[in-house]
């Protein structure tokens, strides 16, 4: 059990590589999963995921271009289909095409405005859920990508580390007046974790909170899901209002130290444009404050070991819960590596 059986076994799980907004235009698309370098395409319609490499002379096919035929390589133009088959290689049109000239495709699915690649097999867990995607009552925005110099389990784990709030947040989500962490439960359904914060008081003047013109504290209850291992659905339900805001969050393991991070936020409420701006503004405010902590974090990789760090009773128990799967996703890669070494 190690941090590279867990970085090994993350292949074989969904991932997301970029919003689908970003192949409106087809593609291609220069994205990385895992270190590996991929190109993604919308070719007739259905998103493809590749080895981003021509089979030709192993140039990088997001060089190229995406028209109806296919994948063109920018090189010489061989061109490829959807399943990453190659159909034309225009310096010989009459050439019987060669069985070898086949690109490594992987799977790709388009799902809740994300485009989601797995790297290996079936995936472990079916892809993420958010109820609210297609409610028309909500108002969805997408914050621009941002990559961070951490490991994806130390970003996911900052997300919904309740004790760093009243720190790191001071004013804008919590109050260093109130470092307590309330008790808290927690448990597993499916391939999630769920568990709520039963109450936080955040100030009413912060960009998220204005449009509410709410006196006094602003009194919210957040509920998580966590979809193993790299998706998060935080609903805050503002009672005095009774108004949500949502945070859709995903985070995309491009490395084994660094990660790309995927937001959609979504409100209820207030559905103007200068409200929109303020929403980002707040956005990059709070993940401003966390950066330098979570890229100072070492080891950069989060211990599988969950006796490598202190935990603390109560305080820590979304982490430990968090770990604990992560361990066991570990393991189940270590096991089959064992498998395959006897
Ligand atoms: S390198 Fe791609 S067509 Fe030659
Ligand atoms: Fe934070």
Request: glycine share 8%; with cysteine.
């Amino acid at each position: 059990m190690s941090e590279d059986g867990l970085y090994e076994a993350l292949r074989g799980y969904w991932h997301p590589v970029a919003y689908a907004s970003e192949l409106n235009g087809g593609g291609p698309l220069a994205v990385t999963l895992l270190d590996e370098p991929l190109v993604l395409a919308r070719i007739d319609g259905e998103v493809s995921a590749f080895r981003d490499i021509c089979v030709h002379r192993g140039t990088a096919l997001s060089l190229g271009s995406v028209s109806e035929e296919g994948l063109r390589c920018g090189y010489h133009g061989w061109t490829y289909n959807g399943e990453g088959r190659c159909t034309k290689i225009p310096a010989r049109p009459d050439l019987k095409i060669p069985s070898r000239a086949r690109l490594i495709s992987y799977r790709a699915a388009e799902h809740l405005g994300l485009i989601w690649v797995c790297l290996s097999g079936d995936p472990v867990y079916p892809l993420p859920e958010n109820p609210y995607f297609d409610d028309e009552s909500i108002r969805l925005i997408e914050v621009e990508p941002y990559d961070w110099r951490c490991a994806l389990p130390r970003r996911i784990e900052n997300y919904v580390d309740f004790g760093h709030f009243a720190w790191v947040h001071d004013g804008v989500l919590g109050d260093s007046a109130h470092p307590e962490v309330p008790d808290h439960s927690i448990g597993r359904h499916r391939n999630e974790l769920r568990f709520e914060h039963p109450h936080m008081a955040e100030p009413p003047d912060s960009g998220k909170n204005k449009s509410l013109e709410i006196d006094g504290a602003v009194e919210v209850k957040l509920d998580y899901r966590l979809f193993m291992p790299n998706t998060i659905l935080l609903d805050q339900y503002i009672e005095s209002v009774d108004q949500r805001y949502l945070l859709f969050f995903s985070v995309c393991p491009t490395g084994r130290r660094t990660c790309r991070c995927f937001t959609v936020m979504g409100r209820d409420y207030a559905f103007d444009e200068a409200t929109d701006a303020e929403m980002l503004d707040f956005n990059e405010l709070v993940i401003g404050q966390d950066l330098a902590f979570v890229e100072s974090q070492r080891p950069e990789e989060l211990p599988v070991d969950l006796s490598a760090e202190l935990q603390i009773a109560g305080v820590d128990r979304v982490a430990i819960e968090y770990r604990r799967w992560l361990r066991e996703i570990a393991r189940g890669a270590d096991s089959a590596r064992q498998a395959a070494l006897q």
